[in-house]
């Protein structure tokens, strides 16, 4: 499995992009990844790197941090991105749930003590993750291909170049003290992946092909997300972990 949250490219992972587009590609091609040689490319890429360094980190870090020291980072994360998924909202026009957000956001920073505890889940307000990608397909932009982006994961066109103005959108982007940005990146990394764990030894253990089968996770579930922000049907929710951004509609 790949990270869902890295805010910066390298240049070794430009220069991946550039040089993959020749990997053999099983079966028949399927229409909403016509890039899907370079993408297995980039997912062997991503996987590679995940097992060699991510994923055991993020096992260390389960290993030795206490589950309660572990739900108190996550809550602590997941309320600052409630403040972008309530912007979001507003952008959609979806007024009264931009509300729910920020009602959160001062829930969970002052009773929840800065968010460690997520007082508002207890009072009926449960949260729901938001991204820029959503507010362009609701807004009618199309999805373009399915994009397997480096350290990043799955994707599309759209949502990889909504995901410039989500990095924006990250508190975390405007903390001016290096030192301490980048810890708060390092530490939001690292548990996202430990949460990711389970998921990923599913996937090893269940799937005939990863690749495609994080794919089809994807964008079906990508697809109903784009669905509900319209107002339209969607599709069942496996629940999943949302890896940030939608596709095909």
């Keep these: 499995m790949t990270i869902a949250r890295v805010s910066r490219f390298t240049p070794l992972a430009a220069a991946l992009l550039l040089a ?23 997912y062997k890429f991503n996987d590679t790197v995940d097992r060699a360094v991510f994923r055991p980190v993020a096992q260390g870090y389960q290993a030795v941090v206490p589950s309660p020291v572990r739900s108190c980072v996550s809550n602590f994360f997941g309320n600052l991105g409630d403040v972008w998924s309530a912007i979001n909202f507003f952008l959609q026009g979806e007024v009264p749930d931009g509300i729910n957000g920020i009602g959160r956001v001062l829930m969970n920073t002052t009773v929840g003590g800065l968010g460690c505890f997520d007082a508002a889940e207890t ?12 507010t362009l397909g609701r807004w009618g932009v199309g999805s373009g291909p399915y994009l397997v ?33 980048n810890s708060l990146w390092a530490t939001d990394l690292i548990d996202t992946r430990a949460q990711l764990l389970d998921v990923g ?15 089809d996770a994807y964008l079906q579930r990508r697809t109903g997300r784009i669905n509900a922000a319209r107002g339209e049907a969607g599709v069942p929710d496996y629940s999943l972990p949302d890896y940030g951004d939608d596709p095909a509609e």
């Design 20 to 42: 993959t587009g020749c990997a053999t590609v099983p079966g028949e091609p399927d229409p909403r990844d016509p890039l899907e040689g370079m993408n297995r490319s980039v």
């Design 123 to 134: 009072v009926g307000v449960p949260r729901q993750s938001n991204d820029f990608g959503i």
């Design 149 to 181: 982006l480096p350290f990043f994961g799955p994707s599309t066109v759209r949502d990889g170049a909504a995901k410039l103005v989500d990095v924006y959108g990250d508190p975390i982007d405007h903390v001016d003290n290096v030192r301490v940005r």
């Design 201 to 215: 030894d599913m996937v090893d253990d269940l799937a005939l092909d990863p690749y495609s089968f994080v794919r």
